[in-house]
């Protein structure tokens, strides 16, 4: 078994790209140094399992500082403090990817 770290901050994600009503997504392309040169698709096509956490970290309602640990992906909806969205956070195996999405308003049950 072999795990990694990444940091992804802020700037490292790619450009909204815009899917209608005020929705967007990121995208932080893994590169293969930051995996020990592991090509992440091939490993998965040849029966390799692939888990991934990320550190969520975020202001709640109550102006306090949440810290988590979750399991991808994860998908959550934020209200509070003037602002109402839901944000989602998965890897795409084919693309090499983490993604993120914001929605406008929240997730829709």
């Known amino acids: 078994m072999q795990a990694f770290d990444i940091v992804v901050n802020k700037a490292d994600w790619g450009p ?10 990121r995208a932080y392309d893994v590169i293969l140094e930051n995996v020990g040169g592991i090509d992440i698709r091939s490993l998965s ?18 102006y306090q500082t949440e810290r988590e640990q979750k399991q991808l992906p994860f998908m959550t909806t ?3 403090m ?17 993604l993120m999405a914001k929605t406008e308003h929240g ?3």
């Open 107 to 109: 997730w829709d049950a």
């Open 16 to 25: 909204n790209l815009h899917y209608g009503g005020g929705n967007l997504y």
């Open 78 to 80: 934020v209200s509070g």
């Open 45 to 62: 096509t040849e029966g390799g399992i692939v888990l991934l956490y990320a550190f969520i970290e975020y202001d709640d309602a109550a």
């Open 82 to 98: 003037g602002s109402d969205f839901g944000l989602r956070m998965e890897f795409s195996i084919s693309r090499n990817a983490l």
